[in-house]
């Protein structure tokens, strides 16, 4: 069953209330009111949909009314000798030419009807097979659109957090600038002090430029996504649980991919499609039968000239309606090699869907082992990174107390800034990286559904 784009009211009460912030769920909503790469991939199924309805066409009845109207002309030159009254066959006469014009107006319906044809079952076969292909590939597109939302909105926030860390780091590198200018005025320290300083604030000045940059492009891109402008980003909260994957065993994460990916499905009916087609083309080789009823009359008129001696009318009588019940057995002997070719084509088709499935079940396994692998290392990675935070700011704190009894240089403050600086980076990419590599692990399994992005937004704030 086709899932439409428009949300459950549920849904939308669920993002109500929030119109100061924008969340998760919002981004999520108005990407899947708007976003035409998941439009598209809804018109793409219901198109493939009716392919389905065509196939069972060909099974019934065809009903038709027919209208024609002739118009035949013929004659000699010659000359003949012809009764120009029929009443009297002996009393003839010599003409040079005679020319004879007849009109003929039918009209009629029939109906024919496929009595015995595989092919055609055959063919309907595989239409459902392509039909379930194409909902199976929708899935895949909507299950892609909740990770592109997710990731869109985690790019802003690492943006965001990218320029908080700058615009801190470049206060902090201006203060050590004017204190180390304060100390070169008074003797206490040198002009290389003061030039360092100075170095790493433009530096630092620059990439607060770049940063802001980065957060306009990382806006642009939601922008994108949903067709309007986003307003404020709710944050990740500082107490993100860094819970294993349920199960937690990534061969069980892999059954469930392999049973469950919708593009792994897709590929899987697409061979089913293949076979179909096979069984399509050799039907090509089976008598058919077809049976018609039709249902009409026709009327003829017209006149015969005699080489200017005169002319008769032709008239075929009053017409009178008539039916015609005709059953037609058709046995193919030869078709100069067609037949056999399309089997041979079908064939290769379906070893291609069987490569393709192959390929796609490899990539399928690699990516759900490798998500759940992102997933455990990156629970790591964010403690890790977070207890890097912490020492960087003691060390930068510890640095800056020595410079300022003269046990460090200025040198040494301004590289324990930027290694606070690199550790809230990592810190921030760690996070939003676990979080996406969740989602990405579900999506993986196939399993990926509404209710993680709402897990997910629950961690806003």
Known sequence: MIRFRTLPLAILLSCAGTAHAEDLLQIYQQARNSDPTLAGAQATKLATDEVVDQARAQLLPQIGIDLSFSRSRSGSNGSSQVALDPSDPTNTVTVDGITRTAYTRSTGASVSQSIVDISRWTALKSSRYTAKAGEATFDAAQQQLMIDSAQAYFNVLSALDALRFADANEKALARQYEQARQRFDVGLAAITDVNDAKAQHDQAVATVISNKNAVDTAREAVRQLTNQEPGEFKHLREDLPLDHPTPDDPAAWVDVALKHNPSLQAAALQIDVANANINTARAGHLPTINGTFSYGRAQTWGDTRYGGVGTSPIYAGDPRWGSTVTLTLNVPLFSGGFTQSRVRQSIHQRDFAQDQFEVGRRQVEANTRNSYRSVIAGASEVEATRAAVVSAQSSVEATQAGYEVGT??????????????????????????????????????????????????????
């Not at 809230?424 to 676990?434: E, I, P, V």
């Not at 999506?443 to 704030?461: R, T, Y």
């Open 408 to 461: 460090r240089t200025i040198v040494d403050v301004l590289i324990s800034q930027q290694t606070l600086l690199q550790a809230q980076s990592a810190y921030s990419s760690a996070r939003h990286n676990f979080v996406m590599n969740g989602l990405r692990l579900k999506q993986a399994a196939g399993v990926i559904e509404f209710k993680d992005l709402e897990a997910i937004n629950a961690l806003l704030e």
